[in-house]
């Protein structure tokens, strides 16, 4: 090396000059051992954005794969061509607003409070299971009423829990109750085979991402003698791994079609159990829409498990970031690492403001949460994409100036054999990254499988109760024969429920 310029010196400030770039700073250097200031003064300092064409293929190949996944999260189930015909406006932003941008900002704004939204619920469904045991309809039901928002909820879940378990004594209760049976199996029936699981389509979409990420690496490496940033690249994107986890129990939850499903589902119980002027109400879009913000879940005893298990997602796929990011040369604390320390600090305390709030709140409409998710998830996804102007390539990014400082050498001219040393290391990294967040999410779906079985109508005692507890027309008679008047007064009882309900569900297709 030339020392006859002194680094630090006013002449080698003077000579000073924008970064080059890491690759035509390797050119230059040949095998060249330098401390990071000199690097500057010949390379130049600052940073040098990439080609265009290096941001579109990486782009394609590493980030859109990822977000994709978001796509097989369950949405909220409001459609907003139907706000829009009931009036347009206000109502219509609030629905495309809470279903739509809040969900994905919460995801990815605040993806422990997201994740463990959902083991809660899960939750929900398997106390709701054992208080109900041996009973498949009663679950169902009370499941989905949990999504409205209705003051009546509670009425109508005593109600219907008082009339299943009361006493039959005279004929006219009998009837009733045999009413009341068969609205609960229809209703149950409809419940548990209208709601929609992506599962499947979830599973596929990750198997793709695993398979595409490990050939795109190999292909990268392989290609490529000089130093790639395709290490720190994936270093940033494993990040949100916990993006597997927040699929896994977003799709198994599933969600219904529309807002109405379960409104026309659980109608004939509520015809029978409420009393006059009952109603439902409206799909709460947050948590009934979907289950991915429950203001209503505190910390506790109980609810400590599964808030680690969320936390356990998002903090595993930080540590395989910090590590990659760590060891890729030159190895020590870099640029890199003093981002992914910030996006895990800002996931946290978004997490604790978020739960204050909504402690506070109650069940008003989050928009303080709404507010928080968005100033983190927004600029937290710029930031990945904007990492392509070139931030971390400098001499300061390249060297590991933060842990070496300048006593310390590096050569630039060895960083593409270094990475490719390490390329076992990478792979080993990506592949253990994948499998804890697998094996986490299907720890919890097996955990959570007959909850899951259950509300799909797929678990064994439901299937053999819907069996044997639908009698022919015959055998109905048979029991509960009835006379001519009765008859009357039963098509006249069906004629003004079929009015109600009509009037019903014209209230709620009235404007907001």
Known sequence: MNSTIVPGSPVSAMLRHPFIGIIACNILLGNVWTTVEECELLCGVGSYPYEMWEVINAVTTWMLPLFVLVGNVQFSTFQLEASWRRGGGWAWVRDAVLSHIFIACHLLGNPIDYIWSHLERLQDMRQTRLQAEGDYNRPIICIALQDFDSEDIGNIRAALENQLDATVGSRKQAKRRARLLAACQHSAFLLAHTRISSTRRSAVAVIAYSVALFTSLSSAMAQNPLPVHTPHTLALRELYYWLIMAVAVSSSTGAFPTEYTEWAALKPVIDVVKKRKTTLGRVVSLEGGSYGHRPQKKMNRESFPRLTVAMLSVGVAWVFSFIMSWITPTQGLGCRNFVEIGYLCTWIVNFFFSYFIQQMAKHKWPWWVLASDVIVAVPSILCLFLAWQ??????????????????????????????????????????????????????VLLFYGEELRLIYGRSEGFLQYMARSSPSKDQSEKVYPVNENEQRQERQSVDVQQLETANEGSRLMEPV
Do not use: M
């Open 390 to 443: 070139g931030w971390f390539n400098s001499c300061k990014c390249w060297g590991a100036f933060w842990t070496l400082r300048q006593a310390q050498h590096h050569d630039p001219s060895s960083l593409a054999e270094q990475e490719l040393q390490l390329k076992p290391w990478y792979f080993g990294l990506i592949a253990a990254a994948l499998c804890l967040q697998g094996l986490i999410s299907v720890g």
